[in-house]
């Protein structure tokens, strides 16, 4: 069984990615985001087979992988800004109306319970464009779905780029999440004091456990291009009260009001 399995998917991969010396320089948007969905189903369906995940070399790692070098593919000739392959709830894909920044998410299934996103984000620098697995100072992979990517600019000129999307702590503790990055030599995302607190980044943790039959998960509300942010507000049991804050950009961070 094992085997025959590995024999398959050896197969499928060759089929699906064939020479990409020869096929990936004429390929479409459309053919790319084909390949991605195949891969994407084929990793869900290997997610219901115990038997498979038990084993001790888990054939998703491959598949993951696979999606990763895919997207490798879109950067020769900027050919991501060309692209729209956002599919609700299977394929997050966002790019800056600048086209200098591409956010990429999708499940990866190997969360176990939890649900693992990862993202990958091509960026175009000083020095070219470049693509690369989103990772914190601790090394740990991002853990967000990335859907929505707008742009402000800074009093000297300098954009920054503001990121929503979701993820989850835990089955029952579902987060809204706000992430700005910046493109200088490299891409930057984690030492942007930009919000708050002098914080990168801004996270809503829901605990659905508290909820009552008419409470729900509220989501952030942007107005003007993202200047002014509606944040709900949360109790001490991290309940949607019903009530927004507004945080404002100065054109330096963003301050409450």
């Not at 089929?15 to 390929?27: A, P, R, V, W, Y």
């Not at 084993?55 to 729209?84: F, G, H, M, T, W």
């Not at 853990?143 to 742009?151: G, M, N, V």
Request: proline share 3%; hydrophobic share 35%; charged share 25%.
């Amino acid at each position: 069984m094992k085997k025959t399995f590995i024999i398959l998917l050896t197969l499928l991969t060759a089929c699906q990615f064939g020479d990409k010396k020869n096929n990936s320089n004429n390929l479409s948007c459309d053919n790319y985001k084909q390949k991605i969905l195949t891969t994407l189903a084929l990793i869900d369906s290997i997610r219901s087979n115990d038997k498979l995940i038990k084993n001790e070399i888990d054939p998703r790692d491959s598949l993951n992988d696979a999606i990763y070098k895919i997207l490798q593919e879109l950067v020769p000739n900027d050919k991501y800004a060309d692209c729209n392959f956002n599919t609700p709830y299977s394929l997050g894909y966002v790019i800056s109306s600048d086209k200098k920044l591409c956010l990429i998410s999708w499940n990866t299934t190997q969360g176990g319970t939890m649900t693992d996103y990862t993202t990958v984000a091509i960026y175009k620098a000083d020095s070219g464009v470049k693509i690369k697995t989103l990772h914190y100072e601790d090394d740990e992979n991002s853990k967000e779905y990335f859907d929505t990517l707008l742009t402000v600019t800074k009093s000297n000129g300098d954009k920054v780029y503001i990121a929503y999307g979701h993820g989850k702590e835990s089955s029952w503790m579902p987060v809204k999440i706000l992430q700005a990055f910046q493109i200088k030599n490299d891409l930057e995302f984690d030492s942007i004091p930009i919000f708050p607190d002098g914080e990168s980044g801004l996270g809503l943790e829901y605990d659905i456990t508290k909820f009552s039959e008419t409470d729900s998960i509220a989501n952030i509300i942007f107005i003007d291009g993202g200047r002014q942010l509606k944040i709900p507000d949360l109790n001490d049991s991290n309940v949607f009260v019903g009530k927004y804050y507004t945080l404002t950009f100065d054109g330096d961070k963003y301050i409450r009001r």
